[in-house]
């Protein structure tokens, strides 16, 4: 499925999901400025960005991190639209890997691209002129973009999207994940582009909701463990229960995961 929503003058919002009999499980925003995307959105919805970049030609595509809901949709539009990336990124979208069945059902499973280009550290759209920055966390290269003068920040899965995170993949680094969004907090932001959420205005009064509610249980969670608490304990102690998918995710999402890595990560020495 694509949903195409103007934002504003210049960005546009290109919402993709799978189709699960007319209804959608989760969106994924890709955003239009001009020619370039900054995302490419799900291999689901491949055949419906073909469609849309056929009257709306794509030339250029900036991908933000390795997740099949933001890069899926490169495949379809190489090679009239050149595709930019980080070296991991590059990777992931000559090679994928296969998926488990529901992320393929759920995003769906990419198609190789042959040709992607070095992602450069700034780059102009028109007049908006984005600098690369550096938000690991969700994964230890996830990149987004910056308009430093209008405070437009382009940042992909830095937040997590529910307000109180129970799950993580298992190379996420949750601590480094709270000191991404402390590093955001002191941008001038106007409006944070959402890889899942959309545009997000008052930005920081949102984001600092999920640092605080992170912080909280982190500190929680090693107090439990410090006083000799196992995972599964301290998953019973806090009661955090996971959502009805989480077992079809094969591993992929877990709970144990967010409190391991709440305990043991640290954000890594730059
Ligand atoms: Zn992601």
């Known amino acids: 499925m694509i949903e195409i929503v103007p934002y504003n003058e210049l960005v546009t919002c290109v919402k993709t999901a799978s189709d ?35 009257n ?4 250029r595509i900036f991908v933000s991190h390795t997740h099949e809901d933001h890069l899926g949709g490169c495949a379809v539009l190489t090679p009239k639209a050149e ?3 980080t070296p991991p990124v590059a990777e992931a979208l000559r090679s994928p890997e296969s998926l488990p069945d529901f992320f393929v059902m759920v995003w769906g499973q990419p198609e190789p691209v042959s040709e992607v280009l070095p992602m450069p550290e700034k780059f102009e759209i028109g007049e908006l002129s984005l600098e690369l920055m550096s938000l690991p ?3 230890d290269h996830m990149v987004g973009f910056y308009e430093r003068k209008r405070g437009w920040l382009f940042s992909a899965d830095a937040v997590p999207l529910p307000s109180e995170k129970q799950l993580a993949m298992p190379d996420e680094n949750v601590t480094e994940m709270i000191a991404t969004m402390e590093e955001i907090q ?13 545009p997000v205005e008052a930005p920081h009064e949102y984001i600092q909701k999920r ?11 090693k107090e439990l463990h410090s ?22 995710t094969e591993g992929r999402f877990r709970i144990d995961h967010l409190i391991r890595s709440l305990i043991f990560d640290e954000v890594p020495p730059s």
């Open 20 to 54: 699960m009999n007319g209804s959608v499980v989760m969106w994924t925003y890709a955003y239009l400025i001009g020619d370039t995307l900054l995302d490419a959105g799900c291999p689901n919805a491949a055949k419906e960005i073909e469609e849309f970049a056929a």
């Open 56 to 59: 709306n030609p794509v030339r």
């Open 83 to 85: 595709i930019y990336a």
């Open 137 to 139: 966390g969700h994964t």
């Open 186 to 198: 002191t941008l001038e932001l106007n409006i944070l582009f959402d890889g899942h959420r959309g």
């Open 211 to 221: 640092i605080d509610y992170l912080k909280e249980l982190q500190a929680s969670i």
């Open 227 to 248: 006083q000799g608490h196992t995972i599964p304990e301290i998953q019973k102690n806090l009661g955090i229960e996971g959502p009805w998918y989480m077992d079809m």
